[in-house]
Nanobody
Framework: EVQLQASGGGLVETGGSLTLSCAISGFTFDDGAIGWFRQPPGEVREGVACISSRGDTYYADPVKGRFTVSSDNAENTVYLQMSSLKPEDTATYYC??????????????????WGRGTQVTVSS
């Protein structure tokens, strides 16, 4: 059974850092991409960053230079390191598995397997 589980969320002050983890099981990450998405309260889900099985990375403009996505295949885990956090980063964060479509890598529609989210709250 394919499973992805995001963890590591919490409450942090503006300017702080957090690292989210996505533990994957039931498949080998040797194809496609693992993406990070977020959904602020009352808003639509948006792509944040993703990493392909080859290590190619993609970032949404609002997080470029602040967030870093990486994978540890030995640990079956994908990470999202977040720094210089802002109140607008507050959201539930999800990880998901999907196919890599470079022209639209952060579109949720390419991702079929989703994990439960983890809440990130950035206080002002």
């Amino acid at each position: 059974e394919v499973q992805l589980q995001a963890s590591g969320g919490g409450l942090v002050e503006t300017g702080g850092s957090l690292t989210l983890s996505c533990a994957i099981s039931g498949f080998t990450f040797d194809d496609g991409a693992i993406g990070w998405f977020r959904q602020p309260p009352g808003e639509v889900r948006e792509g944040v960053a993703c990493i392909s099985s080859r290590g190619d990375t993609y970032y949404a403009d609002p997080v470029k230079g602040r967030f870093t996505v990486s994978s540890d295949n030995a640990e079956n885990t994908v990470y999202l390191q977040m720094s210089s956090l802002k109140p607008e980063d507050t959201a539930t964060y999800y990880c998901a598995r999907g196919e890599l479509v470079p022209a639209s890598a952060l579109q949720p529609l390419w991702y079929n397997d989703w994990g439960r989210g983890t809440q990130v709250t950035v206080s002002s």
